[in-house]
């Protein structure tokens, strides 16, 4: 199983809604990404994490707040978003911090923030 | 700093033929690694192939091939009997193997097939 999935698939929230992304991996990868991809954009890195603990934060806003309960999940839990938020997040694993040849990717949920 | 330039931002090409999509890179790292992928309009980048810098052949993988020439800088993808289902943007990208996991993208071209 080479699956990365991601709920939701979209979302619309409000500026003053928290909401929450999912992504799981069943394929024992021990590091998680986070990528924040506006439209014709390329994807741009937000969050690592290795072994559960997280590796590199690209200065991303606080509104923005990531969460590695278990090797196997990874939330996005957002709050207070402005418009420009919108975009798909994407997100990825790799059997390690290495191993991003073998980074998977996951479907993606689309954020519209209104 | 890494940089990663994809020129052609669309591409239209017939069925069957052959399409090759330009990527040239700038790094000062004596070892990298780079990457093409393929992004369909439902969002998951698919990972087609990888050349290593000190990889002696260009890499293939299945109808994708690698044009590698290292002094150049330039690691252009070719899609040989490009098929509809080929229709996609298309992302180079770079990481440097100094145990740093970040890739670095390009702007991406978009890929149309025409029947």
């Known amino acids: 199983d080479t699956e990365v999935t991601q709920t939701p698939k979209h979302l619309v929230m409000g500026m003053t809604n928290k909401k929450s992304l999912k992504c799981e991996q069943h394929?024992?990868?021990?590091?998680m990404y986070w990528y924040k991809q506006k439209a014709k954009k390329p994807p741009e890195l937000m969050f690592v994490y290795s072994y559960e603990k997280l590796s590199i934060n690209e200065s991303v806003p606080s509104r923005f707040s990531p969460e590695c309960p278990n090797s196997s999940l990874l939330n996005l839990h957002l709050h207070a978003l402005q418009p420009e938020d919108s975009a798909l997040y994407l997100c990825?694993?790799?059997?390690?911090?290495?191993?991003?040849?073998?980074?998977?990717f996951g479907p993606g949920t689309r954020l519209t923030v209104t | 700093a890494q940089k990663i330039t994809q020129t052609q931002p669309g591409m239209f090409v017939q069925e069957k033929e052959a399409v090759t999509l330009d990527c040239t890179y700038d790094?000062?790292?004596?070892?990298?690694?780079l990457f093409w992928y393929k992004q369909p309009s439902s969002g998951e980048m698919i990972f087609l192939i990888y050349q290593g810098s000190y990889d002696q052949q260009n890499a293939t993988e299945g109808r994708y091939s690698l044009n590698f020439q290292k002094a150049r800088k330039s690691a252009n993808l070719v899609i040989s009997a490009s098929q509809l289902g080929d229709s996609a943007m298309y992302f180079c990208?770079?990481?440097?193997?100094?145990?740093?996991?970040?890739?670095?993208f390009g702007t991406g071209t978009r890929l149309t097939i025409i029947p």
């Open positions: 990208a770079m990481r440097d193997d100094f145990g740093n996991e970040k890739l670095t």
């Open positions: 990825a694993s790799s059997p390690d911090r290495e191993r991003v040849r073998e980074q998977y």
């Open positions: 394929m024992g990868h021990r590091a």
């Open positions: 790094t000062s790292d004596p070892s990298y690694g």
